[in-house]
């Protein structure tokens, strides 16, 4: 298994509907009434953060190399 880095924080994503979901924004599609439509097929997760709404940090992890390797939602 790779050695990873110590997490270091890269930004905080927040939250008012409980749920966070993460995709590719070049599969957003937002209509000229400013309505998102999220893709239909399987580019996209969400999930409940369990505790509701809030602002979370966001870390990332790199291996020996510099590659990004993992990224840490803290709930």
């Not at 590719?24 to 400013?34: G, M």
Request: net charge negative; charged share 25%.
């Amino acid at each position: 298994m790779a050695v990873l880095s110590k997490p270091k924080i890269i930004g905080t994503v927040s939250c008012d509907s409980g749920t966070i979901a993460i995709t590719d924004p070049a599969y957003l599609q937002v209509s000229k009434e400013d309505t998102v439509r999220m893709p239909e097929w399987n580019l996209f997760t969400s999930f409940n953060t369990e505790v509701g709404d809030g602002e979370f940090v966001v870390y990332a992890q790199r291996d020996s190399l510099g590659h990004l390797r993992r990224v840490i939602i803290e709930i």
